[in-house]
C-alpha cells in the first residue's frame, strides 16, 4: 500500500475456533475484544531472530465490538505514514507505520490453532485515472531524448516496406547457405534458418553502406524458436563496421534453453571483435523480454552504440545496453537482419521471423553494387 488507501473486508470470529487478523508487512494486528495486540510474524522454523513465533505486545488495549460466532467488518486505512483500524465502525487502533516497511498487506492466524474465514475484500484508493505522458512516468529515461533529436540532421535516408515492395532484386542480399525467404503478401520477409549441432546463421542485408552517426530501426512480428537443451536461437539486428577489429554490433530478441532451467525470453547485446587472432564475444545487457514482434533498433552517436528495443506497436523504446564502438563505415553487407540458431548437443533448431520493415537514416549512405 504505497498511496493512501483503505483495505475492507469481512471475517468470522468465533472464540478459539475461527480468527483472521490483518498484517501490514511482518506486523500482525491481533484483535481481541479487550483490545490490540502486535505480533511480529517470523519465518517459523527458518527464523533467526530468536523471537518467539507466539509472542505477542499491547497495543491499544480497550473494549472492542468484535462480535463472537458471527462475521465482523474490518477496515485498515494508510494515510501518509499513520495506520488506523476500524472494526464494526469503532475506531480500534491509530499509530505510525515503521518507515522500514514494505507496506505488504497480509491476513494472519495461528494455523494450529485456528481456521480463518475472509470475504468481500475491498481496496479502495483516490488513484489516477489515466498514465501521464510517457516522458513523466516513474521508469521513462531521459537519457535517450537526444537520439531522436538527432534524427533530423541524419539526412541519409532508406525505407523499405518488405509486404509492400518484397525482396526486389539488386536491393537485398539473401545470405547464408542455412536461410529460406519467402515473400509473404500483405505480411512481409519471413525468413527462417535450421540449423544442427554448432551454429547456423542466415541474413537480409540491403546493398547500403552506413557511415558517421546512423538509426536503423527493424520491425519484426511472428518470431518462433525452437531448439534442443543448451541452445540459443533468435534475431539480431546487426551492423559490422569496417575497424581493425571488425566490430559486430547486435540487439538479439531470442530463446535461452539450458539443461535443468526453465526456458528463458530475453533481449540482450552481442558484440564480436577480432583481437590478435582471437574472436572475443560478449553479452552485456541481457533483460527479460517475451515479445514475439516489435521493433529492433540501432543508434550510433559519435563512438557510442545504442541497443533498443520496442515491444509489439510500441513506439516507445527500451534501453537495452549502450556500448563504446569504432566510428568506421559498414562493411558492403554491414547491415543484417539476422536469424541464428546455436546449439551445444545434437538436435535441429529453427528460428522464424517475418521482417516487416526497415528504416535506416544516417550521416552518409552509399550503394554497393
Known amino acids: 500500500m504505497l498511496e493512501d488507501g483503505t483495505i475492507e473486508y469481512d471475517f468470522y470470529y468465533r472464540e478459539r475456533e475461527s480468527a483472521v487478523y490483518p498484517a501490514l508487512d511482518r506486523r500482525a494486528f491481533v484483535i481481541g475484544r479487550d483490545g490490540v495486540r502486535q505480533h511480529w510474524i517470523t519465518d517459523g522454523a527458518f527464523d533467526r531472530t530468536g523471537m518467539s513465533p507466539l509472542e505477542t505486545s499491547n497495543l491499544a488495549l480497550a473494549p472492542t465490538k468484535l ?35 514494505q507496506r505488504t498487506f497480509g491476513l494472519f492466524h495461528w494455523g494450529e490453532q485456528t481456521e480463518a474465514r475472509v470475504r468481500n475484500i475491498v481496496w479502495r484508493g483516490d488513484w489516477p485515472k489515466s498514465l501521464p505522458p510517457v516522458d513523466e512516468q516513474e521508469l521513462a529515461t531521459h537519457e535517450l531524448a537526444f537520439l531522436d533529436e538527432r534524427l533530423p540532421g541524419l539526412t541519409a535516408t532508406f525505407e523499405h516496406d518488405f509486404a509492400e515492395e518484397g525482396l526486389p532484386d539488386g536491393m537485398f542480399d539473401v545470405v547464408g547457405k542455412h536461410s529460406e525467404a519467402t515473400v509473404l503478401p500483405d505480411r512481409g520477409a519471413r525468413l527462417l534458418v535450421r540449423g544442427a549441432k554448432g551454429y547456423a546463421a542466415g541474413w537480409l542485408s540491403p546493398r547500403l553502406q552506413l557511415h558517421g552517426d546512423f538509426d536503423v530501426q527493424a520491425r519484426f512480428a511472428d518470431l518462433q524458436t525452437t531448439g534442443p537443451i543448451d541452445s540459443s536461437n533468435g534475431i539480431f539486428l546487426k551492423t559490422v563496421t569496417d575497424d581493425p577489429e571488425r566490430t559486430q554490433a547486435g540487439v538479439f530478441r531470442g530463446t535461452l534453453r539450458r539443461p535443468g532451467k526453465h526456458d528463458r525470453q530475453i533481449a540482450q547485446t552481442q558484440f564480436n571483435r577480432d583481437r590478435s587472432g582471437t574472436n572475443v564475444v560478449t553479452f552485456p545487457g541481457e533483460t527479460a523480454e517475451e515479445s514475439t514482434s516489435g521493433t529492433l533498433r540501432l543508434a550510433r552517436r559519435g563512438n557510442l552504440l545504442y541497443c533498443l528495443l520496442a515491444e509489439n506497436d510500441s513506439q516507445n523504446f527500451r534501453l537495452i545496453h549502450t556500448e563504446k564502438v569504432a566510428s568506421e563505415a559498414t562493411i558492403r553487407d554491414g547491415l543484417r537482419l539476422m536469424n541464428s540458431v546455436y546449439s551445444i548437443l545434437d538436435g535441429e533448431g529453427t528460428s522464424a521471423v517475418t521482417w516487416q520493415r526497415i528504416a535506416i537514416r544516417a550521416e552518409l549512405l552509399t550503394s554497393v553494387p
Do not use: C, F, K, M
Open 67 to 101: 462480535r463472537d460466532n458471527d462475521w465482523n467488518r474490518l477496515r485498515l486505512i494508510v494515510t501518509g505514514d499513520v495506520l488506523e483500524l476500524v472494526l464494526n465502525e469503532q475506531s480500534i487502533y491509530r499509530g505510525p507505520i515503521d518507515p522500514a516497511s
